[in-house]
């Protein structure tokens, strides 16, 4: 048993650090996230200097390290920024689907693109009438001779409204029992006739990512867009998610870490009755519970990572890790903008951002009530 | 009886101001029977520069030798060497300038000089050396010691001493021989080039809002500009704001940059390196803002707000523009 | 073109709290976060600028515990061919005379048409360990150089002097040039660079590979000693101005009036 990092994941740290210092300024983040804007240089360069994709196989673009890697690069960039960090980071989004899954000419024509940064990628699972439950698929894809036909919708969809493809969970089976055993996952450019993104503008955070509803309406796409098997789709994102919730964890870490390191620096800044607040032992005391719930996260963000590059499917310790490291962004966060007083109110401090950037962890990649149903399943059995 | 040796730096046809500083402090350190020596190193043509700094040293010695027309560290090296031969000084002093960073240490290593650099106090007890100089970005001063021998080596930070009011000594010169010996066509100086003048020349402006390192990115720059349009005063920056390119080099005040002398300097998120300190510290009136209470600028300001810079600047501006309506 | 760089592993002050250890002839480094000198990343920067116009090999060497390896791994990372770290407890107390005797000691014997170092290190600012290279070594050299052009076995360089004045002089190769902060943009780590040199190994070299003996080296082949660090007094000061944001603002504005700051 080892709790230290090797040699080369404290340099991808280092490099991580130093990039997210240099490029990711606040000022900058400021503007963006006034201008609900996505980051785009910043991604740019990301991808150049190999921090996207860093998991995907070499022969497609990628670096050909682990999930873990990958998590030390999110908690690295979402530190620096949760906003900008956010939006660099998923921008690679829902790619692991066609890496796992893909064909080889799938994974040929899709990871090398996203990898240097020409292609933004997405999933298309959420829909309006089921949320975190997709046992049953409203969006149908239906055969064609060579094409299948897309019709319906989907909501809260991670870069909806600026990627060039989306991997799209569809029923292809309406009547396969139980349903989900007719559902299968498509690569849908987002150029194709009768596709529509409506961006979600005013959402509480995660305001330079791009989230939107997409509809599809008689979309065509060719019958080889299919991933894997049909009647997979399903299994496969399942699988994904305990892939997703290990970044999504990671990111959850980012953010909680950065609003704490913001906090102490403050602490030790700000005078209030003639001593520095840092001296006050409610505010020692709050650092040290801040402190704990970070390491706390950061030890169950790097088991499940580790994990998962062991080849294992675990997703009760995914979901332990998500929850953990989800409710560790939020706590951290809201002491924050506690311990920062009126200025952590205001748009201008990054603890206010933070804040607003933390509550989606608990959110998307499945609820925190969703990952307490997985846990206690796979810890309990499932009982009816 | 000590002898202290001063190494005359000049340029252009100038005697650069270090020069005098180190006089100054030498003619402060020798004792009644001690000597202060000038050591000038030039062409024929420069003899006039010689009689500025002879009547503030005991003796001067010289070299005259075309070869010696423009400062190359090898011939000045080899001439140096020739004029220590019969200088007989105990302590040389240069400047810790490109002049002295260019040559001193080759001296130290060739002739084996116990040595520091950059030193901002001398003191001499009892034929011991001892020397003040900063580490850490000026955060932490050390006292460091040359070993005993017979001649030791210091360079002198600019402005550490003042140049003014130098002590008047009948000076005797007297001329060293020295021919060129050795291959020195491997350094060759070719020409100089003067400092960009630029779109705004800073070191007429009256009020400067002068950005560091605290502004953070290129595209903060405006929200300076607009405190500066506000005051009618004019955008200067830091070492490090240059470096980046933020801003041409044009606008850098300090050492490697231009002196600036306003009525009003206003550092905003400079930490005050010496570098920086030397070439704004004539300003009538400094203001500093910086997170960092212990920031140097602070020790140079008249006045100082420990504050972030970005919170600072728009409530200044807008309280600016509101006075002039 | 071979081309050889030293660098160093500083801690990082500019913002930090510092102590001074026990026995006050250093700082209590705990906790402190350490990097490459920042004038060596730029030394660094230059070489591999140089490599890729012109190919050839970069070495780096940095002497120092292994601690080190970092700043050495790093500079490989970015586009260095090869690195050694020299380590010997010998090399304790090493002033800069010394240190690039110990430097001169391990570079003879490595191929070398250019050595680039710093101007200074961030830590001691002594500003001459690279001149003092160049001497050792028997090479022409240039201190302060803010721009590198490459003319057959000749280097046209851009030597930064005071008050914005820059001196153009022609060095001759094999040389020496001390590099200084903003001649280029340093290049990021990039993963591709880390992927490359996880395998590589650094060679270390120790007094006694280099031949160089105790006389020479550490505090007896010092010729110049720290005796003490001590915090520098604080002058008079600013007066700081206090208050909310906006009396502040109102405080600075009667100051600019009063001293001639609003035009």
Same mark, same amino acid.
């Given at each position: 048993?080892?709790?230290?990092?090797?040699?080369?994941?404290?340099?991808?740290?280092?490099?991580?650090?130093?990039?997210?210092?240099?490029?990711?300024?606040?000022?900058?983040?400021?503007?963006?996230?006034?201008?609900?804007?996505?980051?785009?240089?910043?991604?740019?360069?990301?991808?150049?200097?190999?921090?996207?994709?860093?998991?995907?196989?070499?022969?497609?673009?990628?670096?050909?390290?682990?999930?873990?890697?990958?998590?030390?690069?999110?908690?690295?960039?979402?530190?620096?920024?949760?906003?900008?960090?956010?939006?660099?980071?998923?921008?690679?989004?829902?790619?692991?689907?066609?890496?796992?899954?893909?064909?080889?000419?799938?994974?040929?024509?899709?990871?090398?693109?996203?990898?240097?940064?020409?292609?933004?990628?997405?999933?298309?699972?959420?829909?309006?009438?089921?949320?975190?439950?997709?046992?049953?698929?409203?969006?149908?894809?239906?055969?064609?001779?060579?094409?299948?036909?897309?019709?319906?919708?989907?909501?809260?969809?991670?870069?909806?409204?600026?990627?060039?493809?989306?991997?799209?969970?569809?029923?292809?089976?309406?009547?396969?029992?139980?349903?989900?055993?007719?559902?299968?996952?498509?690569?849908?450019?987002?150029?194709?006739?009768?596709?529509?993104?409506?961006?979600?503008?005013?959402?509480?955070?995660?305001?330079?990512?791009?989230?939107?509803?997409?509809?599809?309406?008689?979309?065509?796409?060719?019958?080889?867009?299919?991933?894997?098997?049909?009647?997979?789709?399903?299994?496969?994102?399942?699988?994904?998610?305990?892939?997703?919730?290990?970044?999504?964890?990671?990111?959850?870490?980012?953010?909680?870490?950065?609003?704490?390191?913001?906090?102490?620096?403050?602490?030790?800044?700000?005078?209030?009755?003639?001593?520095?607040?840092?001296?006050?032992?409610?505010?020692?005391?709050?650092?040290?519970?801040?402190?704990?719930?970070?390491?706390?996260?950061?030890?169950?963000?790097?088991?499940?990572?580790?994990?998962?590059?062991?080849?294992?499917?675990?997703?009760?310790?995914?979901?332990?890790?998500?929850?953990?490291?989800?409710?560790?962004?939020?706590?951290?966060?809201?002491?924050?903008?506690?311990?920062?007083?009126?200025?952590?109110?205001?748009?201008?401090?990054?603890?206010?951002?933070?804040?607003?950037?933390?509550?989606?962890?608990?959110?998307?990649?499945?609820?925190?009530?969703?990952?307490?149903?997985?846990?206690?399943?796979?810890?309990?059995?499932?009982?009816? | 009886?000590?002898?202290?040796?001063?190494?005359?730096?000049?340029?252009?046809?100038?005697?650069?101001?270090?020069?005098?500083?180190?006089?100054?402090?030498?003619?402060?350190?020798?004792?009644?029977?001690?000597?202060?020596?000038?050591?000038?190193?030039?062409?024929?043509?420069?003899?006039?520069?010689?009689?500025?700094?002879?009547?503030?040293?005991?003796?001067?010695?010289?070299?005259?030798?075309?070869?010696?027309?423009?400062?190359?560290?090898?011939?000045?090296?080899?001439?140096?060497?020739?004029? #220590?031969?019969? /200088?007989?000084?105990? !302590? &040389?002093?240069?400047?810790?300038? %490109? @002049?002295?960073?260019?040559?001193? +240490?080759?001296?130290?290593?060739?002739?084996?000089?116990?040595?520091?650099?950059?030193?901002?106090?001398?003191?001499?007890?009892?034929?011991?050396?001892?020397?003040?100089?900063?580490?850490?970005?000026?955060?932490?001063?050390?006292?460091?010691? #040359?070993?005993? /021998?017979?001649?030791? !080596? &210091?360079?002198?930070?600019?402005? %550490? @001493?003042?140049?003014?009011?130098? +002590?008047?000594?009948?000076?005797?010169?007297?001329?060293?021989?020295?021919?060129?010996?050795?291959?020195?066509?491997?350094?060759?100086?070719?020409?100089?080039?003067?400092?960009?003048?630029?779109?705004?020349?800073?070191?007429?402006?009256?009020? #400067?809002?002068?950005?560091?390192?605290?502004?953070?990115?290129?595209?903060?720059?405006?929200?300076?500009?607009?405190?500066?349009?506000?005051?009618?005063?004019?955008?200067?920056?830091?070492?490090?704001?240059?470096?980046?390119?933020?801003?041409?080099?044009?606008?850098?005040?300090?050492?490697?940059?231009?002196?600036?002398?306003?009525?009003?300097?206003?550092?905003?998120?400079?930490?005050?390196?010496?570098?920086?300190?030397?070439?704004?510290?004539?300003?009538?009136?400094?203001?500093?803002?910086?997170?960092?209470?212990?920031?140097?600028?602070?020790?140079?300001?008249?006045?100082?707000?420990?504050?972030?810079?970005?919170?600072?600047?728009?409530?200044?501006?807008?309280?600016?523009?509101?006075?002039?309506? | 073109?071979?081309?050889?760089?030293?660098?160093?592993?500083?801690?990082?002050?500019?913002?930090?709290?510092?102590?001074?250890?026990?026995?006050?002839?250093?700082?209590?480094?705990?906790?402190?976060?350490?990097?490459?000198?920042?004038?060596?990343?730029?030394?660094?920067?230059?070489?591999?600028?140089?490599?890729?116009?012109?190919?050839?090999?970069?070495?780096?060497?940095?002497?120092?515990?292994?601690?080190?390896?970092?700043?050495?791994?790093?500079?490989?990372?970015?586009?260095?061919?090869?690195?050694?770290?020299?380590?010997?407890?010998?090399?304790?107390?090493?002033?800069?005379?010394?240190?690039?005797?110990?430097?001169?000691?391990?570079?003879?014997?490595?191929?070398?048409?250019?050595?680039?170092?710093?101007?200074?290190?961030?830590?001691?600012?002594?500003?001459?360990?690279?001149?003092?290279?160049?001497?050792?070594?028997?090479?022409?050299?240039?201190?302060?150089?803010?721009?590198?052009?490459?003319?057959?076995?000749?280097?046209?360089?851009?030597?930064?002097?005071?008050?914005?004045?820059?001196?153009?002089?022609?060095?001759?190769?094999?040389?020496?040039?001390?590099?200084?902060?903003?001649?280029?943009?340093?290049?990021?780590?990039?993963?591709?660079?880390?992927?490359?040199?996880?395998?590589?190994?650094?060679?270390?070299?120790?007094?006694?590979?280099?031949?160089?003996?105790?006389?020479?080296?550490?505090?007896?082949?010092?010729?110049?000693?720290?005796?003490?660090?001590?915090?520098?007094?604080?002058?008079?000061?600013?007066?700081?101005?206090?208050?909310?944001?906006?009396?502040?603002?109102?405080?600075?504005?009667?100051?600019?009036?009063?001293?001639?700051?609003?035009?």
């Amino acid at each position: 048993m080892d709790f230290e990092l090797d040699l080369e994941q404290k340099e991808i740290v280092k490099a991580a650090r130093e990039f997210a210092e240099g490029e990711f300024d606040p000022q900058l983040a400021f503007e963006l996230e006034k201008t609900h804007t996505f980051p785009a240089d910043i991604r740019r360069k990301a991808c150049k200097l190999g921090f996207v994709g860093i998991h995907f196989p070499e022969e497609y673009g990628g670096q050909g390290y682990g999930i873990m890697e990958n998590a030390l690069i999110v908690e690295e960039f979402c530190r620096r920024d949760s906003g900008i960090g956010s939006a660099v980071v998923l921008s690679d989004f829902s790619s692991e689907v066609v890496m796992r899954f893909g064909s080889e000419a799938q994974k040929k024509a899709y990871l090398p693109k996203v990898a240097s940064g020409a292609y933004i990628s997405g999933g298309g699972y959420t829909e309006p009438d089921h949320g975190s439950d997709i046992t049953f698929m409203n969006t149908t894809a239906v055969r064609d001779g060579d094409s299948y036909v897309i019709n319906g919708s989907k909501t809260f969809i991670t870069n909806g409204g600026i990627a060039q493809f989306l991997i799209v969970l569809c029923q292809t089976d309406e009547n396969a029992s139980p349903p989900y055993r007719g559902q299968s996952t498509f690569i849908v450019p987002t150029d194709v006739d009768g596709f529509e993104a409506v961006e979600i503008e005013d959402k509480m955070g995660l305001k330079m990512t791009s989230t939107a509803e997409i509809y599809f309406n008689n979309v065509r796409i060719p019958a080889d867009a299919l991933i894997g098997e049909a009647g997979k789709g399903f299994y496969q994102v399942l699988e994904f998610f305990d892939e997703s919730r290990v970044e999504i964890a990671a990111q959850a870490l980012g953010i909680a870490q950065g609003a704490l390191d913001r906090t102490i620096a403050y602490i030790k800044d700000r005078s209030q009755f003639g001593k520095k607040i840092a001296a006050f032992q409610v505010n020692q005391h709050k650092i040290a519970d801040m402190a704990t719930r970070v390491e706390l996260a950061r030890l169950m963000v790097y088991k499940a990572a580790w994990n998962y590059d062991k080849g294992r499917i675990d997703p009760t310790l995914t979901s332990m890790a998500k929850m953990t490291a989800g409710q560790a962004a939020v706590y951290v966060a809201d002491e924050a903008i506690q311990m920062h007083g009126g200025y952590g109110y205001i748009m201008e401090n990054e603890v206010e951002r933070f804040y607003r950037d933390a509550k989606i962890t608990e959110i998307y990649e499945g609820t925190r009530e969703i990952q307490k149903n997985t846990i206690s399943s796979g810890i309990v059995g499932r009982y009816k | 009886m000590k002898k202290i040796a001063v190494l005359v730096e000049h340029r252009q046809g100038e005697i650069r101001e270090i020069t005098f500083e180190m006089l100054g402090k030498a003619h402060q350190l020798a004792g009644s029977d001690d000597e202060v020596q000038a050591l000038f190193l030039g062409d024929t043509s420069q003899k006039e520069l010689v009689a500025k700094v002879s009547p503030h040293a005991h003796t001067t010695l010289a070299v005259y030798d075309a070869a010696l027309k423009d400062f190359e560290p090898l011939r000045y090296g080899s001439a140096l060497e020739a004029v #220590l031969s019969n /200088a007989d000084c105990d !302590l &040389l002093l240069m400047g810790q300038t %490109a @002049f002295g960073m260019d040559l001193a +240490p080759a001296l130290a290593a060739k002739m084996t000089m116990p040595f520091t650099s950059d030193v901002v106090d001398i003191e001499i007890l009892d034929g011991g050396v001892k020397a003040t100089r900063q580490m850490y970005s000026g955060k932490v001063s050390a006292a460091v010691s #040359l070993k005993e /021998a017979p001649k030791r !080596l &210091l360079t002198v930070r600019a402005g %550490a @001493f003042p140049a003014e009011d130098v +002590p008047e000594v009948s000076g005797e010169v007297r001329e060293i021989a020295w021919s060129v010996d050795g291959d020195f066509a491997v350094r060759k100086f070719l020409s100089y080039i003067e400092a960009a003048v630029g779109d705004v020349d800073i070191t007429q402006a009256d009020v #400067l809002v002068s950005v560091g390192r605290g502004i953070k990115d290129a595209d903060n720059i405006p929200v300076a500009q607009e405190l500066a349009d506000a005051l009618g005063g004019v955008v200067s920056c830091s070492r490090p704001v240059a470096d980046k390119k933020w801003l041409p080099k044009e606008r850098q005040v300090g050492t490697s940059g231009k002196t600036v002398k306003p009525r009003v300097y206003i550092a905003l998120g400079i930490s005050g390196a010496f570098q920086h300190q030397a070439g704004m510290k004539g300003a009538a009136t400094i203001i500093a803002v910086n997170k960092d209470p212990k920031a140097p600028i602070f020790s140079i300001a008249h006045f100082g707000i420990v504050d972030d810079l970005f919170k600072v600047l728009p409530a200044l501006t807008e309280k600016v523009r509101e006075l002039k309506g | 073109m071979d081309i050889i760089v030293c660098i160093k592993r500083v801690p990082e002050t500019a913002e930090a709290d510092i102590v001074l250890d026990a026995g006050k002839k250093g700082i209590d480094t705990d906790g402190m976060v350490f990097s490459i000198n920042e004038w060596d990343n730029y030394a660094v920067e230059a070489a591999i600028q140089l490599k890729e116009a012109q190919g050839g090999k970069i070495t780096v060497v940095s002497a120092g515990p292994e601690e080190n390896n970092e700043v050495l791994r790093r500079a490989l990372a970015m586009g260095a061919d090869d690195a050694i770290r020299l380590t010997d407890p010998a090399f304790e107390g090493s002033d800069a005379i010394a240190m690039a005797r110990i430097l001169a000691a391990a570079i003879k014997d490595i191929p070398h048409d250019l050595i680039l170092t710093g101007v200074q290190a961030d830590d001691d600012g002594f500003g001459g360990t690279g001149v003092a290279l160049a001497e050792m070594l028997g090479l022409p050299y240039a201190a302060l150089v803010t721009d590198i052009q490459l003319d057959g076995d000749t280097l046209t360089v851009h030597r930064e002097l005071e008050g914005g004045l820059e001196e153009v002089t022609a060095v001759k190769m094999p040389a020496l040039l001390t590099i200084q902060t903003g001649i280029n943009e340093p290049r990021y780590v990039s993963i591709m660079g880390i992927r490359k040199v996880a395998k590589k190994e650094i060679a270390e070299k120790s007094a006694g590979d280099l031949s160089l003996s105790g006389d020479d080296i550490g505090v007896k082949g010092s010729l110049s000693q720290i005796e003490g660090l001590f915090f520098p007094p604080v002058g008079e000061g600013a007066e700081i101005i206090e208050g909310t944001m906006d009396e502040k603002a109102e405080t600075l504005v009667k100051i600019l009036k009063e001293r001639g700051g609003i035009a």
